[in-house]
């Protein structure tokens, strides 16, 4: 129990929202007006008795923001983050609830112990419509209590709230706005130079003036005057603010002006049941469709159809022209480096290797292009709503769908760092095992290499839309498999953020794009180079002398099976030959470890060493084709284990970092992911084998 005895009330909210009203209803008589300090505000403070305790009630300028463009905006920000009330209540006109909680979620990023009073409560039971007060509190992880403030009613309920949440007989939580990937890294890069002077800045949270700055809130500016790397900052504002201004086509204020009302919206569309209609905009029009309970699934699944159905119509002529371009690249090296140990390096290891990852490129541009356009039109927070409820009962929680969604988007690393958003441990440990099994922009090449060489051109769309349906229905699997063994516990609450529609810009589309295709290029350029030279010493030494009588063929394979990488192939044979599978497609396997794409580049190498004439060698694709030991069987079976089995050595280490540096978790993750895969491949192939296809 708290010994102080005195506690501070602030009053918040919108213009009419009937605050005066419970304020006098608290205070009565016991009250004084006065002036704020140097301005013409009218200040209103008043005293009540309640349980032992002396409230001062403090009724702040009615305002519809904390930006401060008008004094009231100032006077009520300022008394919040200076004075630093015990309590502040935010009072909300309930028959106009979306507008009146933009102010709650400006209330919330500043941090502050908050109470709703959802006031004129009876007014919206007149209209026809219902809110579901528990529902929506643990929506927006605070307490609520209704209050019909003219007719004096929920005043000793609310005294009593506030008196809970002071105790701390109350549990609250944070809440957390997704403002967006492009937003978010902007305001981590104003937050980091922040942090310089953090001491000169502890009247206001770090995270909160980033926000303000982006917003070219003048006040906010004036704040960071006070630092010494202020023109640092200033500058930086500057950049993060053209960048959006260039990816948006229109002002940072605007765009997350828009996020908040999305995630107010999202958190009313969960709780408030409107049976008289009232909203008409096109947003809820378009919404009455996308977020349809029978239509919402089969809209899902026909965006991601036509995503990847755009991604393989439109990047197939491109990409073999870049597989042409690498083939011409081989050849003509071949014709000016003498044959021997530097032209095999230049040819199977660079051009082999790192040609084979990025003759995909136009592909994995095509896919984060149509990706983006679903994205910045508002449709993916959308996806995440209709996937919520289908999610929830396989043990996953509703944010869940953003780290997986990051990962089919780029990277598995960035989708397992996006798991911070889940409050719950346990729904955290389970996301970021589940995130890895997503067919993310390094899996991709594998996918398209396999899918072209083994299933006819038209049904390239199919093949990756049912892969993509498997990986899903795997993670949803392993999640509740997880959640009913290994990480019992209910799943929690949360908002659903359904920003308005917006038509994406192309300028926006295509920087998008090339940001997260040039991480793919950066990756070929360094890390899978430098494997793709490791794998090809690998198959290069030891070297065998000529022999007589044996055909350079023969010698080639030999080479290959008693190089150091071929023993180890020969090594792990027996785990993958259930699965279909010999020694080459076990080591692109492991080395797949380093880097999903060099599964790509150490098949690349390998074909490219199996070739007696350099320059006659044809593209991966064509030497896949060739090999009789593939089969479309086994093609799928092998993409199954490089959907399923263990992420990368960079996943797995912000895994570990993630998951509290748990040698525990991350141990589990490499044994549970590599039994699903080896399991899943052997029922594909097995199961085929018996039933007759295509063994």
């Not at 609830?97 to 209330?107: G, K």
């Not at 502050?112 to 026809?128: C, F, Q, T, W, Y």
């Not at 592909?363 to 679903?374: C, D, E, P, Q, R």
């Not at 192309?506 to 180079?529: P, S």
Request: proline residues 4%; neutral net charge.
């Amino acid at each position: 129990m708290v010994n102080k005895k005195n506690l501070t009330v602030a009053l918040a909210g919108n213009p009419n929202c009937g605050k005066s009203t419970i304020f006098n209803n608290l205070t009565g008589s016991r009250q004084h007006v006065g002036n704020y300090p140097g301005v013409t505000v009218e200040k209103k403070e008043g005293n009540v008795a309640y349980n032992g305790y002396d409230f001062t009630v403090v009724d702040l300028p009615g305002t519809y923001s904390l930006s401060a463009y008008s004094e009231d905006e100032a006077v009520a920000r300022d008394y919040i983050v200076k004075e630093k009330p015990d309590v502040v209540v935010h009072i909300v006109d309930a028959s106009n609830i979306e507008r009146n909680l933009y102010l709650y979620t400006q209330l919330a990023e500043l941090d502050v112990p908050i109470v709703l009073a959802m006031n004129m409560s009876d007014i919206v039971e007149k209209k026809g419509n219902s809110i579901d007060y528990d529902e929506l509190s643990r929506l927006l992880g605070k307490p609520i209590v209704k209050t019909v403030g003219n007719k004096n009613k929920g005043m000793e309920d609310l005294l009593e709230t506030v008196l809970k949440l002071y105790e701390g007989r109350i549990k609250i939580e944070k809440i957390k706005i997704d403002y967006g990937e492009e937003i978010a890294q902007e305001l981590k890069k104003i937050a980091k130079l922040l942090s310089k002077g953090k001491q000169s800045l502890n009247e206001y949270p770090v995270k909160w003036i980033a926000i303000k700055l982006l917003e070219n809130d003048s006040s906010a500016i004036d704040v960071i005057k006070k630092l010494s790397n202020e023109e640092e900052i200033l500058d930086q504002i500057e950049k993060s603010r053209h960048h959006l201004k260039l990816h948006f086509e229109d002002d940072p204020e605007v765009i997350i002006a828009d996020r908040r009302y999305g995630f107010i919206s999202g958190a009313c569309t969960q709780s408030v049941r409107i049976t008289v209609e009232e909203r008409h905009d096109r947003s809820d029009q378009i919404d009455k469709i996308i977020l349809n309970r029978f239509l919402g699934l089969p809209i899902f699944a026909a965006v991601m159809y036509g995503i990847f159905k755009f991604t393989f119509t439109f990047s197939e002529p491109v990409v073999g022209w870049f597989e042409l371009l690498f083939e011409w690249m081989g050849g003509a090296v071949a014709s000016v480096v003498p044959e021997g140990l530097i032209q095999s390096f230049l040819v199977d290891g660079v051009i082999g290797g790192v040609g084979g990852v990025l003759g995909f490129f136009p592909l994995v541009l095509f896919m984060f292009f149509s990706i983006a356009f679903f994205e910045d039109s508002g449709y993916m927070a959308r996806a995440a709503f209709v996937m919520d409820k289908i999610m929830s009962k396989f043990g996953l929680h509703g944010k869940s769908f953003l780290p997986m969604m990051i990962s089919t988007n780029g990277c598995a690393v960035p989708g397992i760092m996006a798991t911070r958003t889940l409050d719950s441990k346990k729904d955290r440990l389970i996301t970021m095992m589940v995130t890895p099994f997503m067919i993310c922009g390094a899996k991709l090449p594998i996918f398209a290499l396999f899918i072209g060489a083994f299933f006819p051109s038209e049904q390239g769309a199919n093949m990756m839309f049912l892969m993509y349906v498997l990986s899903i229905l795997l993670a949803f699997s392993s999640a509740w498999i997880l959640k009913k063994f290994v990480f019992k516990g209910e799943t929690a609450h949360f908002v659903m953020e359904l920003p308005p529609y917006r038509i994406p810009t192309l300028k926006g589309l295509l920087l998008k794009m090339w940001e997260r295709g040039w991480l793919y290029v950066k990756k070929a350029g360094t890390i899978i180079l430098l494997i793709s030279i490791i794998i090809w010493a690998g198959f290069t030494f030891p070297q065998m002398d000529a022999q007589e009588g044996v055909s350079e063929e023969s010698v080639a394979s030999m080479q290959m099976e008693q190089s150091y990488a071929g023993r180890i192939g020969k090594f792990i044979e027996p785990a993958v030959k259930p699965l279909g599978l010999d020694w080459r497609g076990g080591v692109a396997l492991i080395s797949g470890v380093a880097a999903k794409e060099v599964v790509v580049s150490t098949l690349g190498t390998i074909y490219s060493l199996g070739e007696v004439d350099a320059e006659e060698a044809g593209s991966l694709k064509e030497a896949l084709i060739k090999d009789a030991s593939w089969s479309p069987l086994k093609a799928l079976s092998f993409l199954m284990f490089c959907l399923i089995y263990l992420p990368c050595f960079v996943a797995m280490a912000v895994f570990y970092r993630e998951s509290g540096s748990s040698w525990k978790w991350t141990s589990f993750l490499v044994f549970w992911t590599t039994v699903m895969a080896w399991v899943a491949s052997f029922v594909i192939y097995q199961g085929g084998t018996l039933l007759g296809i295509g063994g």
